[in-house]
């Protein structure tokens, strides 16, 4: 992986980005448009720790959801230097002139008999908004739908809500497909400083806590948010669910993943070394593999 400095990129001026997690930006490079995501500054988020890894749980996420083969926004690791140097987080923008994103609240809000609003998680609505939905073929969209989860349960994301995947659609004709999944930033633990890295790899029962209690999903069922764990474990799992596990776990099994993470250039050996052991835990805790 190749060292990148997006300082000189010139600035797209009919782009802004909305969501949490740092400030982001549009700019040029190699003639396409992509997002720069920053990391968010301590004073923004004052009783939390630093969301700094975000934009490296950005690139990993990403990433490792196309290697599995679902596609996925492309992004990039590099740095951008105004006033002081950041590691940012480039991600392709993969809407066009004419191409909206509607993100998965707003189909939610369109279904009358939805029993919650657009933000609602609840999994039972959720999967009864994708069966009313009449902008893609609801088998297509509970086919991802799942597969998403799993993948969002390898990489403990802790922040797939409703506004945060959906589809992409045509105004001109009318067609509408799904979109690359994006926004990973909320995956292999964010607020993870180097002391936290530290005791995950030195203590097994920090790093099982980590695994097995927390991060959560943010679907729910009663009203709890889903424990990945168990829900994977569980004797009546959905249809879905069962077809996406069947699907993905071959693929998730051949992931190498110290080849690639050991080949990012802007992690330091201590993060390479617990994303390696922290994702090779999940996937044999998670999927027994």
């Not at 190749?2 to 740092?22: H, L, M, P, T």
């Not at 657009?118 to 959720?126: F, H, N, R």
């Not at 991802?144 to 105004?171: S, T």
Request: glycine share 6%; net charge negative; aromatic share 12%.
């Amino acid at each position: 992986m190749k060292e990148i400095d997006f300082s000189s990129c010139a600035r797209v001026s009919n782009r802004a980005y909305n969501g949490a997690n740092g400030k982001k930006i549009a700019v040029t490079y190699n003639d396409d448009v992509w997002m720069l995501k920053f990391p968010a500054d301590v004073h923004d988020r004052p009783n939390d720790q630093s969301y700094s890894n975000c934009c490296i749980s950005e690139h990993l996420g990403s990433t490792i959801f196309s290697m599995v083969g679902i596609p996925a926004q492309e992004t990039l690791l590099g740095t951008y230097t105004n006033g002081r140097t950041k590691l940012v987080c480039a991600c392709k923008d993969f809407t066009s002139a004419g191409v909206r994103l509607f993100d998965f609240c707003s189909i939610k809000n369109s279904v009358l008999d939805s029993r919650s609003g657009g933000t609602g998680t609840e999994l039972s609505d959720v999967l009864f908004t994708i069966e009313q939905q009449a902008f893609i073929d609801p088998v297509v969209v509970m086919c991802r739908f799942w597969q998403m989860f799993v993948v969002d349960a390898l990489l403990g994301n802790f922040d797939r809500h409703n506004g945060n995947w959906g589809f992409l659609v045509n105004e001109m004709t009318g067609e509408a497909k799904l979109a690359p999944v994006f926004d990973c930033a909320s995956c292999l633990l964010p607020q993870a400083d180097d002391s936290i890295m530290r005791l995950c790899l030195s203590d097994e029962r920090e790093m099982n806590a980590r695994i097995f209690s927390f991060p959560t999903s943010m679907l729910k069922v009663d009203g709890k948010k889903i424990n990945y764990f168990n829900y994977l474990h569980s004797s009546d799992k959905p249809t879905g669910l069962i077809e996406a596990l069947d699907l993905l776990l071959d693929r998730i099994g051949t992931l190498d993943f110290a080849e690639f993470i050991g080949g990012i250039v802007y992690l330091s050996e201590l993060q390479k070394k617990f994303y390696i052991s922290y994702l090779n835990a999940r996937r044999r805790h998670l999927f027994g593999i």
